[in-house]
């Protein structure tokens, strides 16, 4: 896809047709949280052509596959899910080239963090804080 492919610049009604549903539809899908468009200051939503791609993929999943807005709202949270691990899998995988000597250890919330050799990596008790450090001496 390219990058502008995330810009939100169809009105709902535009959406609706590019889409093949009506704009009603599309308001309650943004209510389950099926499609999450983009607001102006008054609110009004903005979909971008992921948006419409995604609309088109539910309709797809509930008419052709019988699939229930439950199960499709699973299905797109568990596919944002595996494109995420896909994506951090890439970063480890540049990160741990070979002759850059980094170590990674957990961060406070999980989350992966990189230190090169020579450094120290300790918790604090109190607030679960990462602290990495270069020892003197």
């Known amino acids: 896809m390219h990058p502008n492919d995330d810009r939100p610049v ?3 009604s535009v959406a609706a047709r590019l889409a093949g549903m009506h704009p009603q539809t599309l308001r309650e899908y943004d209510r389950l949280g099926l499609v999450s ?18 609309l088109r993929e539910i309709q ?8 229930n807005l439950a199960g499709i709202r699973r299905i797109l949270h568990l596919e944002r ?15 741990a080239e070979p002759g850059t000597h980094r170590i ?19 918790r604090e008790a109190e607030t679960g804080a990462l602290i990495v450090w270069r020892p003197r001496g």
């Open 81 to 95: 899910a595996l494109a995420s691990a896909r994506s951090e899998v890439e970063r480890l995988k540049y990160l």
């Open 60 to 67: 797809r999943l509930s008419q052709e596959e019988g699939i």
């Open 10 to 12: 169809f009105l709902i």
């Open 104 to 122: 990674f250890a957990a961060g406070p919330r999980g989350e992966v963090v990189v230190t090169t050799r020579g450094r120290t990596v300790r």
């Open 37 to 54: 468009p983009a607001r102006t200051a008054g609110r009004g939503r903005r979909y971008s052509k992921r948006d419409i791609e995604q």
